[in-house]
Structure formats: structure tokens, C-alpha cells
């Protein structure tokens, strides 16, 4: 699908899982490099800069929000593309943004306060605002989510809390999996930008930078407190674990000798003493209960009780 945006010489060609008859319509019109354009048909797996004469080409992942049934889950890395003329922009993807949605719904009024020259840029850093942003508040639910589990595991609930934090990890795995692909490709995106706009739009890409070092900071933040949690978490459940193995342990000493007590008197020998004589059945449960309490009083003297 191809959606096309123009104000005064400015145009913003939008594209989503584009097919061959729209690469090849925007390659004409836009001039770009076939090998460029051959590109923008599947998705990549690493990011990537390339400079042109006209124009500077990104690739770019993020982790965004499946919409099936309202679940509310994290993808896979999705990948957004970007091609920055210096009267156009392309942006190619194969999933829905809404940070793209957005800005296309109120393309003219963003656009009203900016000098005409700057749109391309302009519209980038918009959109890569955008997706921080979203990043940021999935980040701070997150957070959220890292609290609220603090709280179930000092409440006795170290178990539940093994799946919840594994699930967690997973969403930081994979924020921080996109973020850190990121961090050369924009590094290289303020030299080569200057190259072929001017020093004049720097402040664009070094403020998209500074929201990539603050999202970087916030997951580096969350990865550090989950693996606190995690280890929290680990030690409530080996100290129950072990109080566990514990109380097994004493119930089969205690166990043990009662249990050969009564084998002893269950044999079936002649001459066996006390056996058939007056109360000799609580001659015998006195044995056992003499034993049980001298075997309890040894434990507790030696604090295994």
C-alpha cells in the first residue's frame, strides 16, 4: 500500500509492504538507486546507513505492540525504513505504527510551523520521536510491572513470580536487543547528515540521539533492578526450599528409630521381652513416646528445631 503526502514542494511517500508496481513507481519518480529500491521489498535483519548524493537511506528495528485480541504483547523486532531527500521523505514498513499514523493524520499542521526547507528532517524527527515515546511508556509499564512484582515476592508469592519475571526479561531482551542495533547507525546518521543537509539540522538529529541514550538508560535501569528481583526471588525460594528439606529430614530421624522400635517388638521370637506381659502394649507406647521426646529435646539442643 502506497500514501502520499504533499505540502508546497515537500513530499512524504508512506509505504506499507510495498509491492514491485509501487517500487517501481517511486524509483522513477524519485530517482533512487534500483539497488536502494530492490531493498525496500523485504525486510532486513540488521540496521544500516548508506549515504547517496541525494539522499541518505536508514534501516531501522523496534519492538512494538501486537494488536491481535488485545493482547497486548511485545514482536519480534519490526523494521522501518527511511529514505531523506532534500524534498522528500520515504518511510517503508511491513507492520502498523502509530507513530506514522499519527503524524500522516495531522501532516499540515505539524508542518505549518516549520520552515518549508526543513520537512524532511522534520518529519523524521517526528516520527522517531514518536516511536521513542511509545517505547518510553511501554518502558514505564514495565517499570510498573518490576514494582508490582516486588511486592507479590515479599508477599509470599516467589513462585508465581518465576514466570512473571522470565516474561519480563524477555520484553527487556528484546527492547534492548533493538536499541543497541541502533546506536552506530545513529551515530553515523549525524555526520552523514551534515554532509549532505548543513551543520543547520544537527539539533534534529542529536535531540533523536537523546532520546535514544534516555530509552538506552531506562532499559540498562530495568535489566539491573529485574536481575535484583531475580535474585530476590531465587533466594526466598531456596530458603523455603531448604526449610523444607529440613522439616523431611528431622520428621525421618524422628521416624527412623520409632519405626525400628516397633519392628523390633513385631518380630516374631519366643523370647521376646515385655511382649505378653501385664500393660505390655503401654510398656511399648511409652518406649516410643520416651524416644520420641528425648530424639525431639537432642534437636532442639542442637537448634535443628
Not at 90 to 109: A, C, G, H, M, Q
Not at 222 to 247: A, G, P, V, W
Not at 268 to 274: L, R, S, V, Y
Request: no cysteine.
Amino acid at each position: 500500500m502506497i500514501s502520499k503526502y504533499k505540502n508546497n514542494q515537500i513530499t512524504w511517500v508512506d509505504l506499507e509492504n510495498p509491492t514491485q508496481e509501487e517500487i517501481d513507481k517511486i524509483t522513477t519518480e524519485f530517482n533512487l538507486n534500483p539497488i536502494v529500491a530492490n531493498d525496500l521489498l523485504t525486510p532486513s535483519s540488521r540496521p544500516l546507513i548508506e549515504e547517496h548524493t541525494d539522499y541518505l537511506y536508514l534501516i531501522l528495528h523496534f519492538p512494538i505492540m501486537l494488536r491481535k485480541n488485545g493482547s497486548g504483547k511485545i514482536s519480534d523486532l519490526q523494521e522501518i525504513d527511511f529514505i531523506i531527500g532534500k524534498n522528500f521523505i520515504i518511510t517503508n514498513r511491513y507492520s502498523v505504527f502509530d507513530s506514522i499514523l499519527e503524524l500522516s493524520k495531522t501532516f499540515s499542521i505539524n508542518l505549518a510551523r516549520v520552515d518549508s526547507k526543513k520537512y524532511p528532517i522534520y518529519i523524521f524527527f517526528k516520527i522517531m520521536i514518536g516511536l521513542y515515546e511509545e517505547m518510553n511508556n511501554r518502558l514505564a509499564s514495565i517499570g510498573d510491572m518490576l514494582n508490582d512484582v516486588e511486592d507479590k515476592i515479599f508477599d509470599s508469592k516467589e513462585k508465581e513470580m518465576v514466570f512473571e519475571l522470565s516474561k519480563l526479561n524477555r520484553l527487556l531482551l528484546n527492547f534492548n536487543k533493538s536499541i543497541s542495533l541502533q546506536e552506530e547507525v545513529l551515530r553515523n546518521l549525524i555526520d552523514s547528515s551534515e554532509k549532505i543537509y548543513g551543520p543547520d539540522y544537527q539539533v534534529y538529529f542529536k535531540n533523536i540521539f537523546s532520546e535514544y541514550l534516555k530509552i538506552k538508560s531506562t532499559i540498562l535501569s530495568h535489566r539491573e533492578y529485574l536481575s535484583e528481583l531475580r535474585d530476590t526471588n531465587d533466594s526466598l525460594l531456596t530458603t523455603k526450599q531448604n526449610e523444607i528439606m529440613q522439616f523431611l529430614t528431622i520428621v525421618a530421624f524422628i521416624t527412623f528409630p520409632l519405626t525400628v522400635i516397633t519392628g523390633i517388638f513385631g518380630m516374631n521370637a519366643e523370647n521376646m521381652p515385655i511382649v505378653g506381659s501385664i500393660f505390655d502394649f503401654w510398656i511399648i507406647l511409652g518406649i516410643i513416646t520416651a524416644t520420641s521426646i528425648i530424639i525431639t529435646l537432642i534437636f532442639k539442643i542442637k537448634k535443628w528445631l
